[in-house]
């Protein structure tokens, strides 16, 4: 299955702080633009950055975010790797 997803779903779980934080290790990003105004989408891109890391209120946020999407999904998620509570551990 693939299914199309917007930037703003992604930004709004939390993966966008989540891959960018990994991606900081090699001194790049995911970043995107928006218009001032509208607040719509520009561009999508990567870029070389000189920071490492997202403040500690960031991360508690991003962390916030990606919970609440396991705790709104991980039935979806489960389902989709045939995961089955009832069955006997192997």
Same mark, same amino acid.
């Given at each position: 299955? $693939?299914? @199309?997803?917007?930037?703003? @779903? %992604? #930004?709004?779980?939390?993966?966008?702080?989540? !891959?960018?934080? !990994?991606?900081?290790?090699?001194?790049?990003? &995911?970043? !995107?633009?928006?218009?001032?105004?509208?607040? #719509? $989408?520009?561009?999508? %891109?990567?870029?070389?950055?000189?920071?490492?890391? %997202?403040?500690?209120?960031?991360?508690?946020?991003?962390?916030?975010? !990606?919970?609440?999407?396991? @705790? #709104?999904? &991980?039935? $979806?998620?489960?389902? =989709?790797?045939?995961?089955? =509570?009832?069955?006997?551990?192997?």
């Amino acid at each position: 299955m $693939i299914e @199309e997803k917007s930037w703003d @779903e %992604f #930004q709004n779980a939390g993966f966008l702080w989540f !891959i960018n934080g !990994i991606l900081h290790v090699f001194g790049w990003s &995911i970043v !995107i633009s928006r218009d001032k105004d509208t607040k #719509q $989408i520009n561009n999508v %891109f990567p870029a070389r950055v000189d920071f490492r890391g %997202f403040s500690e209120e960031t991360n508690n946020k991003g962390y916030r975010r !990606i919970t609440d999407y396991l @705790e #709104q999904n &991980i039935t $979806i998620l489960a389902g =989709e790797l045939g995961y089955n =509570e009832n069955e006997d551990e192997e």
